[in-house]
């Protein structure tokens, strides 16, 4: 399955996951594994939204693929691969799994028998909960529009899953997860609420007219600049942020402030994971 394009959705993707189940007893846990073993299921486990940030994955793929040629062992940090009753699954390293190939097909004589990986035991809901968590953690950002799509998610998903829990795994503050656990309860009450899973925040948020969408000029304007950022800059505004962020304030005075405006989700995020921030000089 290619990491662009996946034709399943997300409740689809999870009913095959489901119904494949102790098909096969799992072998033993490997510590590398061919690439032919490993399967893709990124509806589940992929928590960012592919085709919007297609230039900037497809920077990152050709930046490890070059990392690979380049090292001595040809190899990256280990993928995160999981049994799903038939087929190891990548849970966490789509795009490293992407770079492999990709570095195999531009250089014929390039041998690759295996890649490094590490194995998650565990349920379908946990594994996707633990993809969460590390996708959130990894070098390529994640939306703030994913994060939120994959906290509904996990919402959904399980009700014992804490909102701490939920939080840490995805970055997203407690006040919004208290918020989409009402909108999930409302939602199960309704007899025409339909199936919570198979909605996405974005739906149930226009359905309650509690944000309206933008305009679509405003979104195509804004991918149009993100395409542009990654052509000039690639990653080095991801890796080097406090180089980023004095460019920006340099730039203008009061764009750090309107961004804060406009990133409140991820303010209290941060804040609420470490209180003290606020009283550092730095903030």
């Known amino acids: 399955m290619n990491l662009k394009k996946d034709e399943l959705t997300f409740v689809d993707s999870l009913a095959a996951l489901r119904s494949e189940a102790g098909t096969k007893a799992m072998p033993a846990i490997p510590s590398r594994l061919p690439l032919s073993q490993i399967r893709f299921a990124t509806a589940v486990f992929q928590p960012r939204n592919i085709d919007v940030a297609f230039l900037a994955s497809d920077s990152h793929v050709k ?4 990392a690979i040629k380049n090292t001595e062992s040809h190899d990256l940090d280990p993928v995160t691969i999981w049994w799903g009753g038939a087929s190891w699954y990548v849970i966490d390293g789509h795009h490293r799994v992407e770079a492999y190939r990709m570095a195999l097909t531009s250089d014929s004589k390039l041998r690759i028998d295996n890649i490094p ?3 998650f035991a565990g349920t379908v809901n946990e594994a ?5 968590a590390l996708n959130s953690k990894d070098k390529l950002p994640m939306s703030k529009t994913d994060k939120l799509e994959r906290a509904w998610k996990l919402v959904c998903l399980d009700d014992d899953w804490t909102g701490d829990e939920i939080r840490d795994d995805t970055s997203i503050s407690i ?3 208290a918020t989409m656990r009402g909108e999930k309860r409302r939602l199960e009450a309704d007899p025409e609420g339909g199936a919570v899973l198979a909605l996405s925040w974005e739906e149930v948020k226009r359905a309650l007219n509690k944000e309206l969408p933008k305009d679509g000029w405003e979104e195509k304007l804004a991918i149009e600049w993100q395409k542009r950022l990654v052509k000039l800059f690639g990653t080095k505004l991801a890796q080097q942020p406090e180089i980023a962020a004095r460019a920006l304030e340099l730039y203008s005075e009061r764009l750090p402030q309107e961004l804060i405006r406009q990133w409140v989700e991820e303010v209290r995020s941060i804040v609420e994971h470490n209180p003290r921030l606020l009283d550092e000089p730095e903030f």
């Open 63 to 66: 930046s490890l693929s070059e």
């Open 128 to 132: 996707i909960r633990r993809a969460a």
């Open 117 to 119: 990986v590490t194995a």
């Open 175 to 177: 006040r919004t997860i």
